[in-house]
């Protein structure tokens, strides 16, 4: 019987909130809740804690980053308030966990306080997406940025500058900086995770080769809720995301230029909180948040995805799927899947037809509808997620990393420094890590 380790669980955000990332990390720490003992550890923002301190340590951070020609991104600065890493780390130091799971990138600068003091304790970083190519892509197609899980403490004027017309000069420096964080990380994780095969791939081509070996892909958990029915006598169009992210944003201005255009008879339901005035259209039904999922995806219902840009696997997707639905979509929308084949894998110039006659297609809804089923009975199933997570999990002492490949300066800090060091002592030398 193997045994059951006690894991540290890092959030930088609520789990309480419906779709998306929060979904998935609900479902990372119900899989490793089966076999472990978990305990969960907010790591809060600096516009949550509200400190002055916080604010001045962040900002001599990220000075001293720019002077070490190796700036910090917006995103990491955000969570690097000194005494709330101090805290986090020195509670990680007490109470000796066997492994240490983090929540993005943006516990950057918790991992480098803990790699300070706790060079033996087993470190997953989750990335979730490769942040810097959505920087990237975010930068190309002059798209604003919003705050997202940080909106709620988030100040106005923040909101008005990542909106406005510093947003292209924001996103390409996050977009480099982020680059430099990604690659620090995963020379200080034994693991790194990301959802999409693509993306963990354009990690390890930025990498050296010792280095793939700790660069995963584990994607979303999906269970089957119904099986694809005969053809319904109603169809009908859905969307389902809130415009406080980009992407959804994006998605929801796309779909009502489109039905602005066609007039289409057939209606299109848009479920999810907004935070924007309704938008006006015939045939357009803005529904609100909704309790249960099966809502959006009953019998009949068609998802649309006009994704704005790729990167990690579209929740919304697999969750149609697994509800029997089929998704008409962009090439954008099912770059995590790698489904090679996929009938309604369309640019949007090529829907009209669809949108304007969906009772034409019925043979293609049904196909469609049954092919992603399939794709997520095959690979995102519960199981198999579970089985993937245990395995990156458990520690393999593969950290440090051969010294040849400790380039950043936190990895020379890691196998030049001190040995590790007792909780207080841990505590004493963030602040330095942090502004070194």
Not at 15 to 28: C, F, I, K, M, S
Not at 68 to 74: D, F, G, S, T, Y
Not at 294 to 311: D, K, M, N, T
């Amino acid at each position: 019987m193997k045994q059951r380790l006690r894991i540290a669980i890092v959030l930088t955000r609520e789990l309480n909130v419906a779709g998306g990332r929060p979904a998935v990390l609900r479902n990372v720490i119900a899989a490793l809740a089966q076999d472990h003992d978990l305990e969960i550890i907010r790591l809060r923002n600096v516009f949550a804690l509200r400190s002055a301190i916080a604010f001045a340590g962040v900002f001599v951070a990220w000075i001293a980053s720019i002077m070490r020609l190796r700036p910090l991104p917006l995103q990491c600065m955000l969570y690097a308030g000194p005494r709330e890493v101090s805290a986090v780390c020195t509670r990680i130091a007490k109470r000796q966990f066997d492994a240490v799971y983090l929540d993005t990138i943006r516990c950057h600068m918790l991992l480098r306080a803990i790699r300070t003091g706790l060079r033996n304790v087993h470190v997953v970083t989750d990335f979730d997406d490769l942040m810097s190519r959505r920087m990237s892509l975010i930068h190309d197609q002059n798209l604003p940025l919003l705050t997202g899980n940080v909106a709620a403490s988030a100040p106005s004027w923040l909101k008005r500058v990542l909106s406005g017309p510093a947003a292209r000069f924001i996103s390409w420096y996050e977009a480099a900086a982020l680059r430099h964080s990604e690659s620090d990380a995963t020379v200080l994780s034994d693991a790194v995770v990301l959802v999409s095969r693509h993306e963990r791939d354009e990690l390890r081509r930025q990498l050296p080769i010792a280095l793939h070996a700790r660069i995963h892909c584990i994607p979303p958990m999906m269970p089957l809720r119904s099986s694809p029915g005969s053809s319904p006598s109603h169809r009908r169009f859905v969307f389902i995301g809130s415009d406080r992210l980009l992407q959804n944003r994006a998605a929801i201005d796309c779909l009502i230029r489109i039905w602005r255009r066609l007039c289409p008879s057939t209606v299109l339901h848009i479920f999810g909180d907004q935070s924007r005035p309704i938008q006006p259209a015939d045939a357009v039904v803005w529904h609100g948040a909704v309790p249960d999922l099966s809502e959006v995806y009953r019998p009949g219902s068609i998802l649309l995805l006009p994704a704005p840009f790729g990167g990690g696997c579209k929740t919304k997707v697999a969750e149609a799927w697994s509800f029997g639905c089929p998704v008409l979509g962009n090439p954008a929308a099912f770059e995590g899947f790698d489904f090679a084949g996929y009938p309604l894998n369309l640019p949007e110039n090529s829907w009209d037809e669809y949108i304007s006659h969906p009772e034409a297609f019925d043979s293609i809804w049904q196909e469609a509808a049954q092919a992603g089923r399939d794709l997520v009975a095959e690979n995102l199933s519960p199981h198999r997620f579970a089985s993937a997570w245990e395995r990156i999990i458990r520690p393999q002492a593969r950290w440090p990393a051969p010294k040849e490949l400790a380039s950043t300066a936190a990895a020379q800090l890691a196998f030049n420094g001190p040995a590790p060091a007792p909780a207080a002592a841990t505590e004493r030398r963030i602040g330095g890590i942090l502004a070194e």
